[in-house]
């Protein structure tokens, strides 16, 4: 059975930081594309970043891009979102995916994901 687990999220203000960590069971990271998602109230489900099985490929929203990063610990089956210079406009609930390592490229659409995380909540004061 497959299972992923978040955790790390919580209140932070402005400008702060947090990292999320997502643990994946019953699958080997190093054989699927991994990928971070959120929901901020009252908007759909949208890309953060993600991590391609394949290689150390990755890709990101643009609204995250050079405050966010993805990685992967494929010893303790882990993949980590270090978020930077946080803004309120990152509150949201995080979750973390995992998708068949079909191609190089990682999704960055919510259907190839087949197993999800039950979500983290980032709140950002201002």
């Known amino acids: 059975q497959v299972q992923l687990a978040e955790s790390g999220g919580g209140l932070v203000q402005a400008g702060g930081s947090l990292t999320l960590s997502c643990a994946m069971s019953g699958r080997t990271i190093s054989l699927y594309h991994m990928g971070w998602f959120r929901q901020a109230p009252g908007k759909e489900r949208e890309f953060v970043a993600a991590f391609s099985w394949s290689d150390r490929l990755t890709d990101y929203a643009d609204s995250v891009k050079g405050r966010f990063t993805i990685s992967r610990d494929m010893v303790k ?50």
């Open 77 to 126: 089956n882990t993949v980590a979102l270090q978020m930077t210079s946080l803004k309120p406009e990152d509150t949201a609930v995080y979750y973390c995916a995992s998708a068949p390592g079909m191609g190089r490229t990682p999704p960055k659409v919510s259907a190839p994901y087949d197993y999800w995380g039950q979500g983290t909540q980032v709140t950002v004061s201002s």
